[in-house]
């Protein structure tokens, strides 16, 4: 699969309560949004160009400028969520691999105060579109 609009969303698609966020925004965007996983082969690719060790601590809205993580993400997916010009899109439906005990309390209280913790904002220097 390639990148056929932008902006994306990349998220942690080995993570239960990640896999949930991301439901819950694709329900409010209402597929206007492509959404990878991390460990997709395209998400590999993306992380690989594009961003850097901090990749795999946040989800990250990423638009032909610029890579926003994290909170820094929040504002630009609520203004996408809101605009009336994108279109839909088929979203990837990626598989929830998770290997520790991702339904636990715990592990919502680690994902959910990682969303608010983390932030991030990366320039793009590459055409996201030959990714």
């Keep these: 699969m390639e990148i056929e ?3 994306i969303i990349l998220f942690d698609n080995q993570c239960y309560w990640c896999e949930k966020f991301m439901k819950f925004t694709n329900f409010f965007a209402r597929n206007k949004i492509p959404i990878i996983g991390h460990y997709s082969n395209l998400g590999v690719k993306i992380r690989n160009k594009i961003l850097d060790e901090t990749a795999l601590d946040m989800f990250w809205f ?17 203004k996408i969520i809101l605009s009336k010009k994108t279109k839909k899109v088929k979203n990837t439906k990626v598989k929830n691999e998770c290997q520790q005990n991702c339904k636990t309390v715990k592990a919502f209280v680690l994902r959910t105060s990682s969303l608010f913790l983390n932030s991030k904002t990366i320039k793009i220097n590459v055409d996201v579109n030959q990714l």
Excluded: E, S, V, W
């Design 62 to 78: 990423i638009d032909k400028n610029t890579a926003y993580g994290g909170r820094a993400a929040l504002l630009p997916l609520i």
């Design 5 to 7: 609009q932008l902006p």
